[in-house]
Structure formats: structure tokens, C-alpha cells
């Protein structure tokens, strides 16, 4: 089957570092994004990986590893804003986007 | 730019009334989709598609039809309403998901039916 196993809560400081693992199994492989998703609105994208190693985008990081079937968000310089779920979205060999659960983050002052 | 705009914002039904939620976007994306996501839990397709005049189903179609004429609009009809269809629905849309795009959602439909 195809599943994706992320904290579902995880809790940090104002002005601090955060790292939500991700790890995922699924039919194939064509790519992971990563989304926020603010309580009671719509996901948004922040990164798409298809190949190993790093991708930078301000604040925000995304690493992939295909062979381990694992990623991680970084998130730097936390802001109150940040509260929020992040999800760990796989493509699959279809192209089919498989949605977990996410984490739920929340930033303390 | 609206990017992809999603009505009705909330709708309360009564046990086998049928409506359609309305979905159109304004990027041109072939690439068409819509969820509903139920409380702490993750979203799962309902319906998507490919292209005007192509339509397939997802991991939960029954309940729900599409149809899809045009490139810009994607609407969702609900049957006959039930209790277990109370939700929040997102429809979005993308270019090719071969390709990696971003998906772009709407706002949400908070839908009860009681």
C-alpha cells in the first residue's frame, strides 16, 4: 500500500529552527511536494523535489532522499504565521498526489 | 488573476437534496481535481481531470458526478445528499501532473448535511 508517516504535532519557538521528517512509501516515485495548509483554509505549495539533496526557498528548505523514502521541511527564522499543518505530498508512478494527515505546527512566543 | 475560484463558501442540505459545487480557473491548467477533507484527516480525490471532455474517478467517487466542457470549469454535483457527505470540498487545478506543477486550490466548500 501506499503510505506517508509524518509527527502529527510537533511544537517550537518564535525566532528558532524546525525539521518535519517525512517518510513515505509508494507504488513509484515522480516527486514530493511539500504544502501549508492553514487551519480552515486551502493548502498552499511551498517546494517540489524530484531529485536528491536540497532545495532553497527563503526561510524554507526541502531535502529528498529517494532511496530512503524520506524528506524533511525546514523552517527558519519561525514567525507566529508559521502555525499551521505542512504536508508531505508524494506523486506516485500514476501521478497521483497522496495526501496524509500532516503535522500540525504550532509556534509558541 | 482569480486563479481558481470555488462557490458556494458554506451550504447546509437536507438528507437527499442534490446542488452542485462550482469550480472554474482562470490559468488555463488541463489539469482539474476535487477533494473533500474530512476533520484531521488528509484529502482524498473525489473526481479529476485531464482535459475538456475527459473526466475519471478518484479514491471516492461514489456520491459525486463531474462533467468537465470546458477547459475553465470543473463542477461537482452531489446526487442525493448524506449525512456521511458533511465535509470541507477543495477543487483545484494544476498543468500536467507530469510535469510537477503546483496545485492551486479554491477556498473550500464547508458542506453539512444534516
Known amino acids: 500500500g501506499q503510505n506517508i508517516d509524518q509527527p502529527t504535532e510537533m511544537t517550537a519557538t518564535e525566532g528558532a529552527i524546525v525539521q518535519i521528517n517525512c517518510t513515505y512509501q509508494t507504488s513509484g516515485f515522480n516527486g514530493l511536494f511539500w504544502y501549508q495548509q492553514h487551519a480552515g483554509e486551502a493548502p498552499t505549495f511551498l517546494s517540489y523535489n524530484v531529485l536528491d539533496g536540497l532545495e532553497e526557498k527563503g526561510r524554507f528548505s526541502s531535502f529528498l532522499s529517494r532511496t530512503k523514502g524520506y524528506s524533511y521541511l525546514l523552517l527558519k527564522e519561525l514567525q507566529m504565521k508559521d502555525s499551521a499543518s505542512y504536508l508531505c505530498?508524494?506523486?506516485?508512478?500514476?501521478?497521483?498526489?497522496?495526501w496524509g494527515a500532516g503535522t500540525k505546527l504550532i509556534i509558541k512566543p | 488573476n482569480a486563479g481558481v475560484t470555488q462557490t458556494p463558501k458554506f451550504q447546509v442540505l437536507k438528507t437527499g437534496q442534490s446542488m452542485t459545487l462550482q469550480c472554474a480557473q482562470d490559468m488555463n491548467h488541463e489539469y482539474m481535481s476535487w477533494y473533500r477533507q474530512d476533520p484531521g484527516m488528509g484529502l482524498r480525490l473525489i473526481h479529476y481531470?485531464?482535459?475538456?471532455?475527459?473526466?475519471d474517478q478518484g479514491e471516492v467517487p461514489n456520491g459525486y458526478n463531474v462533467s468537465r466542457s470546458t477547459t475553465e470549469d470543473f463542477p461537482l454535483r452531489l446526487l442525493s445528499a448524506a449525512p456521511s457527505q458533511t465535509s470541507v470540498y477543495f477543487c483545484?487545478?494544476?498543468?500536467?501532473?507530469?510535469?510537477?506543477?503546483?496545485?492551486?486550490f479554491g477556498q473550500g466548500t464547508r458542506l453539512t448535511v444534516v
Open positions: 481531470s485531464v482535459g475538456a471532455g475527459i473526466t
Open positions: 505530498v508524494p506523486m506516485d508512478s500514476n501521478y497521483q498526489l497522496i
Open positions: 483545484a487545478s494544476s498543468y500536467p501532473q507530469d510535469s510537477g506543477g503546483e496545485a492551486f
